[in-house]
């Protein structure tokens, strides 16, 4: 016990030894900033796996989607190429969506039963691919198959679409699923079961984006600009042609940002108004259209309706020399609503002179234009008769499909050239649809699935 003693005030002698003092204080030092260094990275590697386990589960959200809608499309076409390419989409989705799925990081046990249902819809759609290649056709156990896939598929997708709404609000941690599995998984996700992934049996709640241009949007850039008439214009003019979309006694400033050399070379300008709010117009240098418009405003309430907003809109492209305008897909955000317009000539839609109007839901004021579908495809076409009857379109497709519309419209393809299709709109268990069947030969061209929303259409 003496000894003891001896060594505690041994001990404490040295301490009041400067040099040794010094000593402990600088090892404490780097023991507390190593220890820091340490808590800070595993933050960081955390994070990382945070980031990491978001991705791949979006990932799994937009496969899975996307293997819904290829699996309704198939549900949809009568074509036996149509039906390929859409068991071929179903086919290659799936796979992904299966790649994804295993880097969740969830017990297989959870994830079985999603895996498995992947690996039938994947094996499956692929059977029935090489049944088109073989140009048999699909007998009713498949499409009946088929149907009870997509089912499953819907209900697979609600599940997601709540665990994205979990993840988004924070009521679900990856990390903690990795630390302690099957019971954090039970108790942080709302409503949802332990089983969730297997169960399948959650309230839809909306994932997919709208999409601003609608259908075939994609398609309407091409070399030759046919709806860009007129002769080149200077700079000035095209000021002048930059301020005649507005009142003029409302503009306090006009400065130019200069000339753009592009896909359709530009005079692009910056505009202030009396109200401080501000403006971009880009006007092309042949001709002097205008390319696009948007104006920077603040919408706090809706007043108008959306009926009121059309209105609006078709009377400002009436005004700027835009005639026979039909409203095709919308979209609502935030007080604004954002109209695509397709031309019309003689009774027929023409998809390729698209042009999109912004709307302003507390006054009508128009906010924007964006005028590059129309001034790309926009021309007068020689519109020949159908070499094919509504009536022997009708005949082509799938006798279960229920047909509210039918017209003629021209569509572009991805090789940059138009077909005159017979477009039938309708439904078919519960699925919205538009199926165009190309009027010379009889040939089902493309489908999309639609989805009507309060905010807008959603077109696949």
């Known amino acids: 016990m003496e000894k003891i003693k001896n060594k505690l005030i041994d001990w404490k002698n040295r301490l009041k030894d400067r040099h040794m003092l010094s000593i402990i204080v600088v090892l404490f030092s ?53 039906s390929a390419e859409s068991l071929t989409n179903v086919w290659r989705e799936a796979n992904l969506a299966q790649a994804y799925l295993a880097q969740l990081p969830i017990n297989s046990h959870e994830l079985e039963n999603t895996a498995k249902f992947l690996n039938q819809v994947s ?13 048999e056709e699909l007998t009713d156990d498949d499409m009946k198959n088929l149907k009870e896939l997509h089912e499953y598929s819907v209900e697979l997708e609600n599940t997601l679409n709540q665990l994205s709404a979990d993840i988004n609000g924070g009521r679900i941690s990856w990390g903690e699923l990795t630390d302690k599995g099957t019971v954090a998984f039970a108790q942080q996700v709302s409503n949802i079961s332990q089983d969730s992934f297997s169960n399948l049996e959650q309230t839809f709640h909306e994932y997919s984006g709208l999409i601003y241009d609608g259908a075939f949007s994609e398609h309407v850039t091409r070399a030759e600009k046919v709806g860009l008439t007129g002769e080149n214009i200077d700079e000035g003019t ?30 692009n300008f910056g505009i202030t108004f009396q109200d401080d709010s501000t403006a971009t117009v880009s006007i092309s240098e042949k001709g002097g259209h205008v390319i696009y418009m948007d104006k920077n405003r603040e919408v706090t309430t809706e007043v108008i309706s959306q009926e009121e907003a059309d209105k609006k809109a078709k009377e400002y492209l009436e005004n700027k020399d835009f005639k026979n305008m039909k409203e095709t897909y919308y979209l609502k955000q935030i007080g ?36 590059t579908g129309y001034l790309n ?35 572009p393809t991805e090789w940059k050239t138009e077909v005159l299709c017979w477009e039938f709109e309708g439904n078919v268990e519960g699925l919205d649809f538009i199926v165009y069947v190309n009027a010379e030969t009889g040939k089902e061209e493309d489908i999309l699935i639609i989805t009507n929303t309060p905010n807008g259409t959603l077109t696949h």
């Open 238 to 267: 095209a000021q002048n042609k930059a301020k005649e979309l507005f009142d003029e006694s409302s503009i306090k400033e006009i400065a130019s940002y200069g000339k753009s050399e592009g896909d359709i070379n530009s005079y």
């Open 336 to 371: 604004i609503v954002t109209i695509n317009y397709a031309y019309v000539q003689d009774d027929v839609i023409m998809y390729p002179d698209l042009i999109k109007v912004k709307v302003a839901l507390d006054n009508g004021e128009i906010l924007g234009i964006e005028t």
């Open 30 to 82: 780097i023991i507390v900033i190593l220890g820091i260094y340490t808590y800070k990275k595993q933050l960081e590697f955390r994070q990382a796996s945070e980031n990491s386990y978001n991705m791949a589960f979006y990932e799994v959200v937009d496969y899975v989607q996307n293997v819904e809608v290829y699996l309704a499309k198939s549900l949809i076409t009568n074509s036996p190429a149509g």
């Open 377 to 411: 495809s926009h021309t007068e076409r020689k519109l020949e008769e159908p070499k094919v009857t509504v009536e022997e379109a009708k005949e082509s497709l799938n006798k279960d499909l229920t047909i509210e519309s039918e017209e003629l419209a021209v569509i």
């Open 123 to 135: 094996d499956y759609s692929y059977s029935l691919y090489r049944k088109n290649l073989k140009e």
